[in-house]
């Protein structure tokens, strides 16, 4: 992990195209600005997590449900 300090109105950038500033520090909150491409998605971390869990869940085959779609098929899913 690449540490760095910055100050309120600084920068890091990150490749060509993705751009951080610090706007401000009230505390112990950074408030930053990113600017990237719009195919470039930002998320916080805690939003990435819930999208990444339930596209797995989304991806995951019930084989049960499997069964239940085709029920003439001869070779049996088994769970």
Known sequence: MLVLTRKVGESIAIGEEIKIVILEVRGKQVKLGIEAPSHVPVHRMEVYQKIFEENLRAATVD???AN????????RIED
Request: glycine residues 0%.
């Open 63 to 65: 084989l049960s449900l």
């Open 68 to 75: 239940f779609l085709d029920p003439e098929r001869e070779e």
